[in-house]
């Protein structure tokens, strides 16, 4: 029996930025409707993995669309109960496989403007030398998530085709995530890799002014208030509250007309202590409402910066929910080699994030091995002073794409 090892990393250094969305959303102009369906299915697995990741009491950090970008070039090979199991957790239909290449191109559109925020993507696959992939399957990969194939020495030099693998997930990710894979998840039975990488660079609409930052109590949950580094700024943003939590959106520079619009929502609760009843009424549906209430407001916002490094293992959470043929024997990805005797044997995500007053560095890697066995008057201002544990989104706002997702209990 072949093992498939899945890793994925996030990284991402940041400011703060994001938008809304509704169900089909009809509130942003402009939208690329056709990725609709699949984005529908992106917000949804998020939320999904969101409430099922065990992050204990602590900080918590990953990127839905590495996840769901590696699961799904493995699912290209499952076939069976075993594909409709992936399928119906991803959330995918045939049309996703379709999109899914373009949705790409659409995210890497790129402006010259060197203060520009900017997304990387990459998608490739390790093949032992000697190792035949079935033809379909190698041009479903190409076709769909713009796969490109390299030959290396498992079998012979597992700890070489480690270093190579690790220098192209470090060289995809600008040197935030350099040791993906060990000598614990790839060996010498290894036969089969398959790696995601999402770099994203990103600059505040709104930067804040370093000297406005200062030191001021942030209250983690169950602790004394700790000090930290409080950015601080006035401006336009959008911005949603309720009788629970206030929401706000910040955008990042963006320099062409074509490319991603980018920002990031955090949502905090009114209560220090409501950060578990704000987890609770997460949901995709509230989410959705939310965004669409969203209106402009003039906002004093004062944000911790903060850096959050994670290491998730994903197989008991993608079990529970509900991929649990692909762990096991009872696995079928013969539309890989041919044969059934490939399951996954290990499925780890790791992050980084760092964010601070200019603006947002992100990246993510995945990997899969496969081993034998505008206001007229004046308004008031909104504070917005994030001093306790709050959630945070990053997405691309025309689709409504969530590419990062966390939660900070502690900066």
């Given at each position: 029996?072949k093992?498939?090892y899945?890793f994925l990393?996030?990284?991402?250094s940041?400011?703060?930025?994001l938008?809304?969305?509704?169900?089909?959303?009809d509130?942003?102009?402009?939208?690329?409707h056709k990725?609709?369906?699949?984005?529908?299915g992106?917000?949804?697995?998020?939320?999904d993995l969101?409430?099922?990741?065990?992050?204990?009491?602590?900080?918590?950090f990953?990127?839905?669309y590495s996840?769901?970008t590696v699961f799904g070039?493995?699912?290209v090979g499952?076939?069976?109960?075993?594909?409709?199991e992936?399928?119906?957790?991803?959330?995918?239909?045939p049309?996703?496989?379709?999109?899914?290449?373009?949705?790409?191109?659409y995210?890497t559109?790129?402006?010259?403007?060197?203060?520009?925020?900017f997304?990387?993507?990459?998608?490739?696959?390790?093949v032992?030398?000697?190792l035949n992939?079935?033809p379909e399957?190698?041009?479903?990969?190409?076709?769909?998530?713009?796969?490109?194939?390299?030959t290396?020495?498992f079998e012979?030099?597992?700890?070489?085709?480690i270093?190579?693998?690790n220098?192209?997930v470090a060289?995809?990710t600008n040197?935030?995530?350099?040791?993906l894979l060990?000598s614990?998840e790839v060996?010498?039975?290894?036969?089969?890799?398959l790696?995601?990488?999402?770099?994203?660079?990103?600059?505040?609409?709104h930067e804040?002014?370093?000297k406005g930052?200062?030191?001021?109590?942030?209250y983690a949950i169950?602790?004394h208030?700790?000090?930290?580094d409080?950015?601080n700024?006035?401006?336009?943003f959008l911005f949603?509250s309720?009788e629970?939590?206030?929401?706000v959106?910040?955008?990042?520079?963006?320099?062409?007309?074509?490319?991603?619009?980018?920002s990031?929502?955090?949502l905090?609760p009114?209560?220090?202590?409501?950060?578990e009843?704000?987890?609770?009424d997460?949901?995709v549906n509230?989410w959705h409402?939310?965004i669409?209430?969203?209106?402009s407001?003039?906002?004093?916002?004062?944000l911790p910066k903060?850096?959050?490094?994670d290491?998730?293992d994903?197989?008991?959470?993608l079990?529970?929910?509900?991929?649990?043929k692909?762990?096991?024997?009872?696995a079928d990805?013969?539309g890989i080699?041919?044969n059934?005797d490939?399951?996954?044997?290990?499925?780890?995500?790791?992050?980084?994030l760092?964010?601070?007053?200019?603006?947002?560095?992100?990246a993510?890697?995945?990997?899969i091995s496969?081993n034998?066995?505008s206001?007229l008057?004046?308004e008031p201002t909104q504070?917005f002073?994030v001093?306790h544990?709050?959630i945070?989104?990053?997405m691309e706002?025309n689709?409504?794409?969530?590419l990062?997702?966390g939660?900070v209990?502690?900066?």
């Amino acid at each position: 029996m072949k093992y498939i090892y899945f890793f994925l990393v996030n990284l991402m250094s940041l400011s703060f930025l994001l938008h809304s969305n509704e169900n089909h959303l009809d509130i942003l102009p402009g939208i690329p409707h056709k990725f609709d369906v699949l984005n529908e299915g992106n917000r949804q697995f998020a939320f999904d993995l969101f409430h099922q990741l065990n992050c204990q009491k602590g900080n918590c950090f990953f990127s839905p669309y590495s996840i769901s970008t590696v699961f799904g070039m493995a699912s290209v090979g499952a076939r069976g109960d075993t594909a409709k199991e992936m399928q119906k957790v991803l959330y995918l239909t045939p049309y996703s496989y379709q999109a899914a290449g373009q949705f790409a191109q659409y995210l890497t559109v790129h402006s010259d403007a060197k203060d520009a925020s900017f997304i990387d993507l990459a998608n490739d696959i390790w093949v032992q030398d000697g190792l035949n992939l079935l033809p379909e399957f190698q041009e479903n990969l190409q076709n769909q998530y713009q796969t490109k194939l390299h030959t290396v020495n498992f079998e012979k030099q597992p700890l070489n085709s480690i270093k190579i693998i690790n220098e192209w997930v470090a060289s995809h990710t600008n040197n935030k995530i350099q040791q993906l894979l060990s000598s614990a998840e790839v060996t010498d039975k290894t036969r089969l890799v398959l790696t995601s990488a999402i770099y994203m660079k990103g600059n505040w609409v709104h930067e804040f002014d370093q000297k406005g930052t200062n030191k001021a109590p942030f209250y983690a949950i169950e602790k004394h208030p700790i000090q930290v580094d409080m950015m601080n700024q006035t401006a336009k943003f959008l911005f949603y509250s309720d009788e629970n939590f206030s929401m706000v959106e910040m955008p990042y520079l963006n320099r062409s007309r074509n490319g991603p619009q980018l920002s990031m929502v955090i949502l905090l609760p009114n209560e220090r202590n409501g950060l578990e009843n704000l987890e609770k009424d997460f949901t995709v549906n509230n989410w959705h409402q939310w965004i669409g209430e969203m209106k402009s407001h003039r906002v004093h916002l004062s944000l911790p910066k903060f850096k959050i490094e994670d290491k998730i293992d994903l197989n008991q959470t993608l079990i529970e929910l509900g991929m649990t043929k692909v762990f096991n024997s009872q696995a079928d990805f013969s539309g890989i080699t041919g044969n059934k005797d490939l399951f996954i044997s290990k499925a780890i995500h790791k992050s980084f994030l760092n964010v601070d007053e200019k603006g947002t560095e992100a990246a993510a890697a995945s990997g899969i091995s496969m081993n034998l066995t505008s206001v007229l008057i004046p308004e008031p201002t909104q504070e917005f002073l994030v001093d306790h544990p709050f959630i945070f989104l990053i997405m691309e706002r025309n689709t409504g794409a969530i590419l990062f997702m966390g939660r900070v209990i502690q900066p």
